[in-house]
């Protein structure tokens, strides 16, 4: 049986070209921030990263059989050099402790120990703190790795603390079209977020949102840059506990939104909303694009001030 390689785990991406150069120059980081919208691409990355660290088998440097006691171990999920916490959808602060007290554990000379977590998107302050010491001074032979969905997402102290890598999927074009919109979407709120924190002139945002899809018109792109004004704003909203949570989002999912300095007033934010399902229908009228997206923007950032 040949030898296998990370890459054949979820196919070449960024992620598999960093940590496999990584492994084979015996340069890994401690600690790394796996980004991707597929899960299962996500573990399995992991998974074969334990494989090639503790593999007994014959093969190249950063390689793996998949054949000898270890793989076969790591694979069934009851290796002691890898083990996954938290399910990926809340903040459970048992599964913290747990990721905490394994990843302490002394490694076995030559060994490669994987500390899983799913999830960090949802860390709230006081888990990513009770977190931070043991990404600081991780125990030899140890390496975490932190699933998430979006980086934006992830608090700045951990994120600041860990090599960010992207794992892609290219599990048909159906998957590829969702990926493209969230990946459009996510964009999106990075600007509105970088314009609500005074880091982009209002020039700037309005001409990267009515530029955010080369493959449709302006008119289309000022639409969803509309959508995504509304979106941001519910998710402030969301953050500072004035909207209920959606069901699959937890309240800490987007901890930077909880932080911009808005004027959160029913009196102004309800008709700021309103009018922009009326702004929408203005674009489908045909009225101004770039004109009706300057409007939004100009009302969004008076809405962080006193003014």
């Keep these: 049986m040949s030898a296998k390689r990370i890459e054949d785990a979820i196919g070449p991406c960024a992620a598999t070209r960093c940590i496999e150069a990584a492994l084979v120059s015996g340069k890994l980081s401690h600690a790394y921030l796996v980004l991707g919208r597929d899960d299962g691409a996500k573990l399995a990355l992991a998974t074969a990263l334990a494989k090639a660290g503790n593999c007994t088998g014959e093969h190249l440097p950063g390689q793996y059989c998949d054949a000898c006691a270890s793989c076969r171990q790591i694979q069934a999920g009851g290796s002691p050099n890898m083990r996954v916490f938290g399910d990926g959808t809340k903040l459970d602060i048992n599964a913290v402790d747990q990721f905490i007290a394994y990843a302490c554990i002394k490694t076995a000379p030559g060994s490669l ?93 309005s ?81 101004n694009a770039e004109l009706v997206v300057t409007n939004a923007l100009l009302e969004l950032r008076r809405m962080t001030t006193d003014e």
């Design 113 to 205: 120990r994987l500390s899983v977590f799913r999830g960090v998107d949802f860390f709230t302050d006081v888990a990513a703190d009770r977190v931070l010491s043991t990404l600081e001074e991780p125990v030899a032979g140890n390496v975490f790795l932190l699933l998430s969905r979006n980086s934006r997402r992830v608090l700045p102290t951990i994120r600041s603390r860990a090599q960010v890598v992207k794992v892609e999927s290219d599990a048909g074009a159906d998957a590829g079209q969702t990926g493209r919109q969230q990946q459009d979407e996510d964009a999106a709120l990075d600007i509105l977020l970088n314009y609500a924190k005074a880091n982009l002139s209002l020039g700037d945002a």
């Design 207 to 287: 001409g990267r949102l009515l530029r955010m899809d080369a493959a449709v018109s302006r008119r289309e792109n000022a639409m969803e840059a509309l959508r995504s004004i509304a979106v941001f704003m519910e998710g402030v909203l969301r953050a500072r506990g004035k909207l209920p949570p959606l069901a699959h989002v937890s309240l800490d999912i987007e901890p930077e939104l909880a932080r911009v300095n808005f004027v959160l007033d029913d009196s102004r934010v309800i008709p700021f909303l309103d009018r922009l399902g009326d702004r929408v229908q203005h674009v489908e009228q045909n009225v």
